[in-house]
C-alpha cells in the first residue's frame, strides 16, 4: 500500500520526493514504490460568493446585506481577477488529488502543507470538499532539507491533533470573508457618487493599519517647529590639545532661553576649567537577535532601495522552497532548545572559508536558544545546504540571514566610553560642561557586516587637571517632525499593536509579540501593506508611506470606528491565537463577528453620508437643527425634513401623520420647532378614544435596531403641578 502526501507548492513536493529518492513523474503527482507525492499551490479553493448562496442576491443592494450563511461552502477558487470564471488549473488539480485518494492502493493522505493556520487550511478545505474516508496524518516541518523530511515522515502525528490550528485558520478565513464581503459591499453601495465610483475596500486588518499610518501623518502635519541652544566650549590641555565640551545643567544640554547661555558664554571669557571627575566604562555590545520576518522585512526594506516587505518574504519564501532557509513566517526572534545539536552542525558547514573563521564559536547562549520565547517555530536560520545559483534578490535576504547567524557565534563587540565633567575655576556657574568618547575596544560580531561606529577619540586627559577655555559658541538646533512611517517602523507598530517599547531588542518585547496581541500576523502584514497602496488608501513617497486623500477620507468619517481601533484588532488577533491554544472557542468567536458585523452594516446603512453641510439661501426659514446629521431641518409641501437628504439623510416628519391626527391635533411648524429643540412637544386637550380630554407629551424617537422613528408618549399628571 501506499501513502498519499500532499505538499503546498509543486517546488516542496520536489524536495520531498527527492529525500524519498522518487523519479518517476506523471501528470501533476510524482510516484514511488510506498509513496506518491502531489501538491496544491495554495488555496485550490475558496469560500462560495454571496451570489453562490442565492442567485438573486446577485448585484449589491443594500437590502441583501448583512448576509450571513447559515453554513460557509467551499467551491474551486476563480481565476485571478476574474470573479466567477473558474481557475482550470486548479480545478484540475483538485480531479488529480481526488482520484489518487480513491487509488485503491492508496491507504493514507498525509497533508504536507506549511506547518501553520494557513497551511493547515490550505489541506484541510480540500480533505472537507472531497469529503475523505481515508486516515489523514500530518507532516510538520520547519525546512525542507532531506534529513528534515526523512525524519518527518517517520513520527507523522493524526491530522485530528491539529484541530485547534485548523480551528483558528478557518476562524480567521470566515471573520475576514464576514466583514470583507458585507462591509465593502454595503460601504461601496452607499458611499458611492460622483467623485467616487471605486470599491471601498473594508477589511479586518487593513483598517487599523490605514489608522497607524494617519496618525503619523497627523502628527507630522501639527508639529510645531521649535528650537533649542547649545553652549559649546573649546578647552585647551597642557599640550595644545582642544576638548569640546557642551554646557549642562542637571543632566540637560538643550536650552529653550538663549539668554541664560549668552550670559554664561560673558562669564566664562579668560576663563579655565577644571576635569573635576573622569568616567571611563567598558561597554559590551551583543549582536542584533536573529531575525524573525518582521525585523527581517525591516531590516532589508531599510538597507536596499526599492524592496518592499512584501518583496522580502517572496524572496524568503523561494529560499524556504530551495531548502536553503528555514520557515520564515516566523513572530520568534531565538531558537528552540532543542535545535543545538543541529544548529551547531550547520554553523560548521556554513564557516568554512570565511576569514574570520577561527573567530566563530557554537554557544548556547540564552540569547540564541530559548524555548520560552519560541511560539510554534524559531528564528529564522539558513540550513546545512549550501547555496548553488541563486538570483541577486535572493542573495540579498540570503545573506542577510547567514550574516545574523553567523554574528551570533562571534565574540561581543566592546567599547570604552570616557565621559569628562568640567567646572569653570573662579565662578558661580551652576552648571559643568561635559565631553564625551567612545572608542571601539573589540570589534567582535560587527566584522560581519562591517558595521563601523562613529568614535570621538578624547585626548588623555587625567582628573583634576586645568584647561583653558579658548573659545565658545552658541549652536542653534531646530527639532525636527516626527518622521513619516516606513515599512520597516510600521510592521513594527503592527507587530506590538502600537505598543512603544523603549528597547527594540527587549525581552520583554519578544514576549508581547508571542502572546499574538497584533495586528495581523508575521504572514500577512506584508500583503496588507500591499493592499492599502493596491486599493489607493496610501502611497509611497520615497521609503515613506502617507495616506492618500481616499485613506483621510475613510479614517475620518467612516462609521465604524471599532476598526480603526488598534486595541480592537489587537484582541481580535489574539482570540485568534488563544484558539489556535485552546483557551477559546471557535465558534464564540464567530458569533462575536457575525455580531460586529450585523451592527457595523446597520451604522453604515445609517451613516449620513461623509459630513456634509447644507447651505441654505436666506429666503428658506430653517425649523430647527436635524437630530441625525445637524443640517438644517426645513418645511415642504407634505413634511418637516432634513436640508441633507440628497446625502442620503431621512429624517421626517409627516404633516398628515396619523398618530398626532388620531388624537385630534395637527403637526405644524411651531410644534416640530418645539420638538426639535427641547427633544418633546407638550399637548393639552387630547382626545381618548372614550372621548375623555388628557395632556401628554410627545416624543419622536430612533429605533436603533432599525433606525427609523416613531412616536412615544408620555402622560401629564393635570394634578401634579410641573
Ligand atoms: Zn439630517
Redesign the pocket.
Known amino acids: 500500500m501506499k501513502k498519499l502526501i500532499i505538499a503546498e507548492k509543486p517546488s516542496v513536493a520536489k524536495n520531498i520526493a527527492e529525500a524519498l529518492n522518487i523519479k518517476s513523474r506523471s501528470d501533476g503527482y510524482l510516484e514511488g514504490d510506498n509513496y506518491i507525492v502531489t501538491w496544491v499551490f495554495g488555496h485550490l479553493l475558496q469560500l462560495y460568493d454571496v451570489v453562490d448562496y442565492d442567485e438573486k442576491l446577485k448585484g449589491w443592494r443594500l437590502e441583501n446585506f448583512p448576509f450571513i450563511p447559515s453554513e460557509f461552502q467551499y467551491k474551486i477558487k476563480s481565476k485571478n481577477n476574474e470573479r466567477g470564471v473558474i481557475d482550470a488549473g486548479a480545478q484540475k488539480q483538485v480531479n488529480t488529488i481526488k482520484n489518487l485518494v480513491l487509488r485503491s492502493d492508496v491507504d493514507s493522505v498525509i497533508s504536507a502543507t506549511d506547518y501553520d493556520r494557513e497551511g493547515q487550511v490550505i489541506a484541510d478545505e480540500i480533505f472537507l470538499y472531497l469529503s475523505i474516508q481515508k486516515p489523514i496524518f500530518r507532516l510538520l516541518l520547519n525546512e525542507w532539507t532531506p534529513d528534515e523530511v526523512l525524519k518527518g515522515l517517520d513520527c507523522v502525528c493524526l491530522n485530528s491533533e491539529m484541530q485547534s490550528m485548523q480551528d483558528a485558520g478557518f476562524g480567521r478565513q470566515i471573520a475576514d470573508w464576514l466583514i470583507g464581503i458585507n462591509l465593502t459591499s454595503v460601504a461601496t453601495v452607499k458611499y458611492k457618487n460622483s467623485n467616487n465610483s471605486k470599491v471601498l475596500n473594508i477589511g479586518r486588518v487593513l483598517l487599523p493599519t490605514l489608522k497607524i499610518i494617519y496618525d503619523r501623518d497627523k502628527e507630522i502635519e501639527s508639529f510645531e517647529s521649535s528650537k533649542y541652544y547649545k553652549l559649546i566650549s573649546f578647552n585647551k590641555t597642557e599640550k595644545g590639545e582642544i576638548i569640546e565640551a557642551t554646557y549642562a545643567e542637571d543632566d540637560n544640554e538643550k536650552f529653550e532661553d538663549i539668554a541664560i547661555l549668552q550670559a554664561i558664554e560673558n562669564e566664562i571669557k579668560g576663563k579655565s576649567v577644571i576635569v573635576f571627575d573622569k568616567q571611563v566604562e567598558r561597554k559590551k555590545e551583543y549582536p542584533p537577535y536573529l531575525f524573525n520576518l518582521s525585523n527581517l522585512q525591516g531590516y532589508v526594506t531599510s538597507k536596499y532601495k526599492g524592496w518592499t516587505s512584501d518583496k522580502v518574504l517572496k524572496v524568503a519564501q523561494e529560499l524556504y522552497e530551495k531548502k536553503l532557509i528555514t520557515y520564515p513566517r516566523t513572530a520568534s526572534s531565538v531558537l528552540d532548545e532543542s535545535l543545538t545539536e543541529k544548529v551547531n552542525k550547520v554553523l560548521d558547514i556554513l564557516k568554512k572559508g570565511l576569514p574570520y573563521e577561527s573567530e566563530i564559536q557554537f554557544s548556547t547562549s540564552k540569547r540564541i536558544f530559548d524555548s520560552s520565547k519560541v511560539e510554534s517555530h524559531s528564528a529564522i536560520i539558513p540550513t546545512y545546504i549550501m547555496p548553488g545559483k541563486i538570483t541577486p534578490d535572493e542573495d540579498a535576504v540570503y545573506q542577510a540571514v547567514k550574516n545574523r547567524f553567523i554574528m551570533q557565534f562571534l565574540p561581543v563587540a566592546e567599547s570604552e566610553e570616557t565621559k569628562l565633567s568640567m567646572r569653570v575655576l573662579d565662578s558661580s556657574i551652576k552648571g559643568e560642561f561635559v565631553s564625551k568618547g567612545k572608542v571601539q575596544i573589540a570589534e567582535g560580531w560587527k566584522i560581519v557586516e562591517k558595521i563601523t561606529t562613529k568614535e570621538t577619540i578624547l585626548p588623555l586627559v587625567e582628573q583634576d587637571e586645568k584647561l583653558e577655555i579658548t573659545k565658545s559658541e552658541i549652536g542653534e538646533v531646530v527639532r525636527k517632525p516626527p518622521k513619516a512611517h516606513s515599512e520597516k517602523t510600521l510592521l513594527r507598530v503592527m507587530e506590538t499593536c502600537g505598543k512603544n517599547f523603549e528597547d527594540d531588542q527587549s525581552e520583554e518585547m519578544m514576549i508581547s509579540i508571542l502572546t499574538g496581541f497584533s495586528i495581523g500576523t508575521p504572514a500577512t502584514r506584508a500583503e496588507t501593506i500591499k493592499k492599502l497602496r493596491d486599493v489607493g488608501y496610501i502611497e509611497s513617497k520615497g521609503k515613506n508611506l502617507v495616506c492618500t486623500e481616499l485613506g483621510i477620507m475613510l479614517v475620518e468619517t467612516f462609521p465604524v470606528k471599532e476598526l480603526f481601533d488598534l486595541e480592537y484588532t489587537g484582541k481580535l488577533e489574539k482570540t485568534l491565537s488563544d484558539i489556535e491554544r485552546k483557551k477559546f472557542n471557535k465558534q464564540d468567536f464567530l458569533d462575536l463577528i457575525v455580531e460586529f458585523t450585523k451592527k457595523s452594516v446597520s451604522d453604515i446603512k445609517n451613516d449620513?453620508v461623509f459630513g456634509s453641510k447644507i447651505v441654505l439661501p436666506d429666503t428658506v426659514e430653517i425649523i430647527g437643527k436635524?437630530?441625525?446629521?445637524?443640517?438644517p431641518?426645513i418645511e415642504t409641501e407634505k413634511a418637516f425634513g432634513?436640508?441633507?437628504?440628497k446625502n442620503g439623510?431621512k429624517?421626517t416628519i409627516w404633516k398628515n401623520d396619523k398618530f398626532i391626527e388620531s388624537f385630534g391635533k395637527k403637526i405644524n411648524a411651531d410644534v416640530v420647532r418645539i420638538l426639535l429643540e427641547k427633544g418633546r412637544v407638550g399637548f393639552r386637550g387630547l382626545l381618548s378614544k372614550k372621548g375623555n380630554k388628557f395632556s401628554a407629551y410627545f416624543k419622536y424617537v430612533k429605533d436603533t435596531e432599525k433606525g427609523n422613528y416613531s412616536w412615544s408618549m408620555e402622560f401629564i399628571d393635570e394634578n401634579k403641578s410641573n
Open positions: 449620513i436635524c437630530p441625525e446629521c445637524g443640517n431641518i432634513c436640508s441633507n437628504w439623510c429624517f
